[in-house]
Each structure stands twice: as C-alpha cells, then as structure tokens.
C-alpha cells in the first residue's frame, strides 16, 4: 500500500517510515526540515538536521521535501494513499508561546490541510495530538508529592477526562483543534481517521529538545557531557512510550474498523519522573551529570499516565516495551551516532 508520512524526517516520522517499509509498503516522507527543536538545542552539528533524511531515502523511502501549509503540493503527494499518518507538527510548548502564527499555521491550518487530502482520496489517517490538550489544572492540583515522583488516584487518565483545565497556551488551542477537526472529519463524512493523544514519546531518531523530547534530550546530554536542565522539581511523572509501540499502535489502527480519539501511552508499567529516568540513565551509561533546577515552565503538566484502554478493545494493541529496555535501545542509538553531537567530553 501508499503511506504518506508527513513530518516523514522527525523523530516519530522516521520511526513509522521505517516501520511501514520494512513491511513492504510504498512510502513517502513528507517533511520540510524546519525541525524546531534544532533552534534550541545546542549539542546539534549542523549535519544532523539531514540526518534522518538521509537514512530514509537509504532505505528507499521517497523523501519530500515540502510543506504541509502548502496544499496543493501535500494533495499532489497524497494522490492515492491508503494510509496517511499525520506527524508533522510544531510541538513544543515554548516555540507556540513565542510564535503563535506558525503554531497555528503548521499544528491547526496544516492538520486540516492533512485531513482534507485523506478525504479527497478516502485515504485511512491518523493524526497525532498531545496528552497536553487536558490542560495543567485539574490533574496538577489531584496530585500528592512522593520522594521521587507525583502520584494520584486514580493512577491513570482515560479520554473522558475534563479537556483543557487551567491556564492554556497556544500549543493546547491548536493541538485540541486538531482533535476537533479529525472527529468533525469522522462524523461528517465517515472518513477513517482516528486521533492518538499521546504522552511522552522516545526512541530512536530523536534529537529531543528541553521541552519536547526530554528522555532523549537527558540521555545526550549525558553521554556528551552537558548539564541536565529540570524546570520545576523533577517529580513530573510521565508513561513513556517507545517509538516501536506508537508504530504497532499506528498498524493496529489501520487495521481495525475504529475511528475517533484515543488516548496512547504506556501506561502503569511505563511510569517513571524525570528523577528516576535521570538516575536510570546515569546507571546505564556509568555516567553522572549536573543537574539544574529552575523555575517550573507555564502550562507544564506534572503528570499524565494513560489509560489506554479504550484502543486496546478496539485494537487488541498493548505496548510491549519497558522504560529500561527502551531507554537502553536510545542510549544505544545515540552513542551509535555520537558524531552528530558537539562533544564536551
Ligand atoms: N515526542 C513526544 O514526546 C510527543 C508527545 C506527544 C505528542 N507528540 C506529537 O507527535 C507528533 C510527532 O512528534 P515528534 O516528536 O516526532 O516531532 P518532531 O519535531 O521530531 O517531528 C515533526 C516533524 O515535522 C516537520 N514539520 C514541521 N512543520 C512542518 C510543515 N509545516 N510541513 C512539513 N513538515 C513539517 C519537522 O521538520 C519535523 O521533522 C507531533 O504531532 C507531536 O505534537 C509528540
């Protein structure tokens, strides 16, 4: 079949190009290579912004380099897909608070933009948002302070939960309107779309920013010897995913006859705070890091665990990989690829 990746060479992007071509499938990257969190980061050599491009087209992944703002160049690409799964994004909390006009062009006018392709070809899509469209307030002020990490009862988090609680940013407006726009998508024209509500994701391909990507983001830091950075007390606790699982995740949907919006994650099993996944990565690598500590960020959710239990009725789907075995295969994937990092060590 025809998958169109759009964010084709971002972290989850690359992730589900490799996967969907491994199983023989035609696929095509759709990326513009802004790739945001390059602006922030500065362990990044400039070489590694061609990074994942490279390693798909490698692989025989068609790499477009176009922008899912631009309409009539995504309908071009997206003539005759099967299946589209929709990554492309600006993500980060930080960036959509700076600049709200490309958090709305790129996260709401170009997920609609995505959603108009799959209907004009009847294309089965899934869009990516954000565990973040619950908002910080009501689940921040359920929570009790552990020594390592925040708890709460009940421990997770299903998508009847109240929705954006509290003070919103920009990145909530345009992460729920595009959940809005693939249930309107669902229920006016019976298109197979669904919409993952993801929390923490990690994995290889993955650059990860202070903000978007924190697992990925610690663990380099670590290995080149750079400071590690917590806003807040580091008792944020998050079910990670491994990128594998938001891929079988992504299969599982595409075959089943499901639509709508589904919270993902790797539930109780998954649980770990930034605390404890720093301490994991310092164990692994036989390495320790400095810490900082600065002020929590505006809009931060302290904790998310999913309950992913309604795409396991419809799916049968479960992730399968722990936090220690996945933050091992990225520590792996990193010190593979140590030369795209500027070393301090
Ligand atoms: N990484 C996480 O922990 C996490 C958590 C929750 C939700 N999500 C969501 O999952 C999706 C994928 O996240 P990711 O971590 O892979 O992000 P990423 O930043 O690694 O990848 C996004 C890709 O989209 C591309 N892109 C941005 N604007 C574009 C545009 N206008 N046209 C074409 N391409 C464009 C970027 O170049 C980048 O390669 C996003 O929707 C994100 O909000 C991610």
Known sequence: MKVVVTGGCGFLGTNACLYFKDKGDDVVAYDNLSKHEFSRNPYMKPEAREYNKTVLE???????????????????????????????AQPAMTIAIEDPLLDFTTNTEGTFNVLEAARKNDSCIVTCSSIHTYGPEKINSSLVEEDTRYS????????????????????????????????????????????????????????????????????????????????????QLRDILFSSDVCSAFDAFYNSHTQGIFTIGGGEECM??????????????????????????????????????????????????????????????????????????
């Open 272 to 345: 770990i705070s930034l605390l404890e996944c720093i301490d994991h990565i310092f164990k692994i690598t036989s390495r320790k890091t400095d810490v900082i500590y600065t002020e929590e960020r505006f809009g931060d959710l302290r904790y998310f665990a999913s309950d992913y239990r309604k795409f396991n009725r419809e799916t049968g789907w479960k992730p399968k990989v722990t936090p220690p075995e996945g933050i091992s295969k990225l520590i792996n994937w990193i010190k593979e690829n140590e030369s795209l990092f500027i070393k301090t060590v």
């Open 58 to 88: 490698r692989k025989g992944v068609k790499v477009a380099v176009e922008d899912i703002r631009d309409r009539k160049t995504l309908m071009q690409y997206c003539k005759g897909a099967d299946y589209i799964i929709h990554t492309a």
């Open 152 to 235: 709460r009862e009940p421990v997770t988090i299903d998508e009847d939960e109240d929705l954006l609680c509290g003070v919103i940013t920009p990145l909530h407006a345009s992460k729920r309107c595009g959940e809005i726009y693939t249930q309107s998508y669902v229920d006016s024209y019976g298109l197979k779309a669904g919409c993952f509500r993801l929390t923490g994701i990690y994995g290889p391909y993955q650059f990860g920013g202070e903000d978007h990507g924190w697992v990925a983001n610690f663990s380099i830091r670590n290995i080149i010897g750079l400071p590690i950075t917590i806003f807040g007390n580091g008792k």
